[in-house]
């Protein structure tokens, strides 16, 4: 099959690997050009990823069967809409259903609708009225105010962290409303997160691994928001912290908004995402992302048995429900190597990477010149280990990391027992407390 990966992170190396591991005829068109992609592909462009038409014309050239489309900003574009129209298959959703990530107050009014009950207290405002959102704030009295819109997880402020009072709460949504047109105010919620990315195609549902991502950029969980800075995953597909109920409930929550979405829209074709939290009310739903993590996608990709392409063909065709979709009872852990001073000040390198055997490497934002690869401004390589465990898997991604040379640093606590053990204990402070 002719394949087109659309997108240049280290998340869509990961998905032109598992392509190519199945044989298919890679094809890539990127906002810049990835080495661990453009290499090993038949033919490739660098161009703008919100480009739909650019992208139909590249894949009508190439005679592409299928496209996966791996970042959220092609959703939104309509690249989907494009390659659908020109009559390429297309694994990510229309622009009119990427808004379930595309749009907070859609998603929260969707729940509503359809009586799932996964929210946190919320509530959408389009206009500034302060009564009300007094009102709401003091009620709460832990809050959460959201953007609607994509922000590149950058939008999300929380009473406590990022806002010191009320006065600074307004203030903030006062300043979403100006450019977003929309805010969300919501309660605060306590307890674990975790990503469940599910395939979908509208009828069938089947999750991938639940994955743990870390967000902030420094060690013990401090400092800026990052885009994610490692992930692990567990053998047993679960997670530490985790009760199989809380998995059967997250999974319950993505088949009731499937289906929900099929009424209100059609068929949802490609990854429905939930960053859920384990609360001590249950599972919620924190957002849904219309495509596969950065990192979560690293995760569970190298485990997939079978072709990742038969898997995107079926959904793509509303027949996953005969798909066989399984993965390696394995567990992961992935780290990102990311430029000194990221994400505030991030210095430009050279950097080395030293091919470890046992680790997987996949390239992120990184740049080749002449005399060598150098780092830009965002994360630039992710490891994963693979193993039986993810003490062992750790160990791998580790020593991969250790051996990039360069102005660059990592995590190392990821995926740590230490660090594991402290989620555990979190979870159980949380259903205790
Ligand atoms: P989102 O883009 O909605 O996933 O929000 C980004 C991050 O903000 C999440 O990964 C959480 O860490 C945090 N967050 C979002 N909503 C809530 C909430 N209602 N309660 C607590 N934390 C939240
Ligand atoms: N891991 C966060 C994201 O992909 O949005």
Redesign the pocket.
């Known amino acids: 099959m002719r394949v087109l990966v659309i997108g240049s992170g280290a998340r869509e190396n990961a998905i032109a690997d598992a392509l190519l591991h199945g044989g298919t005829e890679l094809y890539a068109y990127m906002s810049t050009k990835n080495p661990g992609i453009y290499k090993y592909c038949r033919g490739y462009t660098t161009g703008n990823l919100e480009d739909a038409k650019g992208i139909g014309d590249f894949a009508t050239a190439n005679k592409v069967e299928l496209a996966v489309v791996g970042p959220e900003a092609p959703l939104a574009a309509g690249v989907a809409d494009e390659l659908i129209r020109i009559g390429v298959k297309c694994f990510g959703p229309t622009k009119e259903l990427a808004k379930l990530e595309t749009s ?1 107050a859609f998603l929260r009014s969707l729940l509503e609708k359809y009586r799932i009950n996964a929210s ?1 207290k919320f509530r959408v405002f389009r206009n500034y009225d302060e009564k009300g959102m007094l009102d709401l704030l003091e009620e709460l009295g832990e809050y ?1 105010i ?1 953007p609607d819109g994509l922000t590149g ?1 950058k939008g ?1 402020k ?1 009473s406590g962290e990022h806002l010191a009072g009320k006065e600074d709460a307004l203030a903030y949504c006062e300043e979403v409303l100006q450019g977003h047109g929309c805010v969300i105010i ?5 307890g674990e ?1 975790f990503s469940l990315q599910t395939i979908a195609d509208g009828m069938t549902a089947i999750d991938c691994p639940a994955v743990q991502d870390h ?1 902030r950029a420094y060690e013990n969980d401090e400092g800026p928001n990052t885009g994610g800075m490692g992930s692990y995953s567990d053998s047993n597909h679960s997670l530490p912290f985790l009760q199989k109920e809380d998995l059967e409930e997250a999974h319950e929550i993505t088949v009731r908004v499937m289906r929900a979405l099929k009424k209100e829209t059609g068929s949802f074709i490609g990854i429905m995402y939930g ?1 859920f ?1 384990a609360t001590k009310k249950g599972v ?1 739903l ?2 849904y992302n219309a495509r596969f993590g950065d990192p979560e996608a690293m995760n569970v990709l190298p485990l997939l048995k079978g072709k990742l392409a038969d898997v995107c063909a079926a959904a793509a065709n509303e027949e996953l429900g005969s798909a066989r979709v399984e993965f390696e009872k394995k567990a992961t852990v992935c780290k990102y190597v990311v430029p000194e001073g990221y994400p505030d000040r991030p210095v430009i390198s050279k950097i080395e990477i030293e091919k470890l055997p046992n680790a997987l490497t996949y390239h992120a934002a990184v740049e080749e010149r002449e005399d060598g690869l150098y780092t830009t401004k965002s994360r630039a390589v992710a490891f994963v280990g693979v193993a039986d465990t993810i003490e062992e898997a750790e160990k791998i991604a580790e020593d991969a990391a250790n051996g990039v040379k360069g102005s660059v640093y990592h995590r190392k606590d990821i995926g740590t027992k230490e660090l594991v053990q402290k989620r555990v204990e979190h979870m159980r402070r949380i259903m205790n407390g």
């Open positions: 907070k946190p959460v959201k997880g999300v929380l919501e309660e605060k919620l306590y997160e967000k960053g939290m919620k924190l957002e």
